[in-house]
Structures are given as structure tokens and as C-alpha cells.
């Protein structure tokens, strides 16, 4: 494979990567922290999305259409936290499960009510329409802005849970939830606002993933599972499991659909190899995850 396409599927590895982590970064927070098992957090990524595309026409600003369609998912999840999971924190798994799943129904119908059932296509800001030039190689601008923004929320909750009170209250919460009621900290508004930023952070992820894919009911669904692998391979509640899970799991899914057709193509037809080496690869990620999970069965940074 030459040397530059190689680079260029190193780079969309990582952009794929930073995607997930954006997804798993809230998820795992939500989990670790709150015990909850949200299947719905897709459905946010979807409204996040499908809020930025109908933003940009009315704000004409991709940067505040984008913010603003933030702000409004995480209202929507703090909204989604009081109404219909609060009750569900001391309930078992099944019962978390059941609701959530049924969330993702109601969410979907809704949106295709309000936008239609046609997919919309989100274009980027115009100052990232282009490309840059990497050393010779041409790649799309608003992947490498996706990039920058992933690190930049990365930067952000480290700092968040490691070097604010907030983070305190937020660790504390996570490790004995009756001690922290016991001295005066409302757990109830913190474990909402912890939940609606799980909530942003997807909105976010499917507001920079619309001009990438297309906005379509149901798209959170498909990024779901594979943030449920990047949680397990990195840790239940690490944020730097997840970072690390999410750079795992883009680089092997996208190195390997780039290179396993090509390496079955020296021992067999190209029509085979094509088929074989697409179904391998979409096995790489849970092959990844047994292999983790068999060495480390809590993951690679189980959070403390």
C-alpha cells in the first residue's frame, strides 16, 4: 500500500477515534459515576446532529449553530434525567435497559416527525470546506478540525475531574454517593449536570460527525456499540480509558478495512478477498476486546 494512503487512513483511524471518544467520554461518565446503563446516549449524538442542521440556515454560523445546538442537547438530557431516569438510579440494570431502550423509540419517531424521514446532508463551515496539505498529502480540513476539537474536550474533562472541586464532588459521588448527601452536597443536581454533559458531549460528537456522514434517524444506534466496546477496552468510568479505547478501536476498524482486502488479495481473487478481508475486519474490534479483556479483564485503565 503506498506510503500516503497509509498516512491518510492513520489520520481518518484517528479522527474515527476521537469521534468515539466523545461518545464514550460522556457514556462512561454516566456509567461510572452514576451506575446507569444509557442506551440512549446515541439518541443525543442523533439530536445534536440533527439541532446543528437545522441551526446553521438560521444562525448562518456553523461555529454557533454548533454551540447551540450543545447547550440545547444537554438541556434536553437534564430535562430527560429529571423526568425519566431519576427514578431509575436504585432500579437494576434490566429496568435501566428497558427505559433507555424505549427512550431511543420515542426520540426516533419524534425526530423523524419534526425533520422528516430523509436524510440531511450538513456541510462544513466554509473556512474548513477546503484542504490542508500534509506533507504532501491533501486531507479534508474538518477532519482535522474534528481532531483538535477531540483533544480539546480531552484536555477539558481531565482538568474538569482532576483539578476542580466540581471533579472532586463528582469522584467523590462515584466512590460513596451516601457520605457525599451527608455533608450537604445535593448528589440529585450533581448527577443531573454530570448527565447532561455526558448529554453535550454526544450532541457534540454528532454535530461535527454531520458533515462527515449523513444526519439521518437512527444514527446513533450505529455508533452506540461500538462506544459500549471503546468503555469496555478502556475501563468502566476511566476518562483516560476511554481516550485510550477510542484511539484503539478507530485505528484497528479503519486500518483494518483499509488493509485486510489488500493482504487477502496475494493469496486469493480479488472478489474473494474483498469479501473475506471486509468480513475480518469488522471483526477486528471484538477480536481487540477479547484479546484486552482476556489480559485485563476490567480494561486497560479501570477507573479508582
Not at 62 to 78: N, Q, R, S, Y
Not at 243 to 263: F, K, W, Y
Request: aromatic share 8%; proline share 4%.
Amino acid at each position: 500500500m503506498d506510503a500516503l494512503l497509509l498516512v491518510e487512513q492513520g489520520l481518518n483511524g484517528l479522527q474515527l477515534g476521537v469521534m468515539l471518544f466523545l461518545m464514550a467520554a460522556g457514556l462512561t461518565l454516566v456509567f461510572g459515576i452514576m451506575d446507569l446503563i444509557n442506551l440512549a446516549h446515541g439518541t443525543f449524538y442523533m439530536v445534536g446532529a440533527y439541532l446543528t442542521a437545522a441551526l446553521v440556515p438560521v444562525l448562518d454560523s456553523f461555529p454557533l449553530a454548533l454551540a447551540a445546538a450543545v447547550l440545547l442537547t444537554a438541556l434536553l438530557g437534564l430535562v430527560v434525567e429529571a423526568v425519566a431516569l431519576r427514578t431509575l438510579y436504585r432500579r437494576d440494570h434490566l429496568d435501566q435497559v428497558l427505559a433507555t431502550f424505549g427512550l431511543i423509540l420515542f426520540f426516533n419517531e419524534l425526530v423523524k416527525i419534526i425533520f422528516g424521514p430523509v436524510p440531511i446532508f450538513l456541510n462544513p463551515p466554509a473556512a474548513l470546506a477546503g484542504t490542508v496539505d500534509l506533507f504532501g498529502l491533501t486531507y479534508p480540513a474538518f477532519r482535522l478540525a474534528i481532531l483538535a476539537v477531540g483533544l480539546a474536550v480531552a484536555v477539558f474533562l481531565w482538568l474538569l475531574i482532576a483539578r476542580t472541586r466540581v471533579g472532586m464532588l463528582i469522584r467523590a459521588g462515584a466512590t460513596n454517593r451516601e457520605m457525599v448527601m451527608a455533608l450537604g452536597v445535593d448528589v440529585r443536581l450533581l448527577f443531573g449536570l454530570v448527565f447532561a454533559l455526558g448529554c453535550g458531549l454526544a450532541g457534540l460528537a454528532g454535530a461535527m460527525a454531520g458533515p462527515v456522514l449523513a444526519v439521518q434517524v437512527g444514527m446513533g444506534e450505529q455508533i452506540l456499540i461500538l462506544t459500549f466496546v471503546v468503555i469496555v477496552i478502556g475501563g468502566i468510568g476511566s476518562i483516560r480509558g476511554a481516550l485510550a479505547g477510542a484511539l484503539l478501536v478507530g485505528m484497528v476498524d479503519t486500518l483494518g478495512r483499509a488493509l485486510l482486502p489488500a493482504a487477502f488479495r496475494l493469496v486469493m481473487d480479488a472478489a474473494n478477498a474483498s469479501a473475506a478481508g471486509a468480513a475480518l475486519a469488522s471483526m477486528a474490534i471484538y477480536v481487540l476486546m477479547a484479546v484486552v479483556l482476556a489480559i485485563k479483564p476490567k480494561g486497560l485503565f479501570p477507573a479508582h
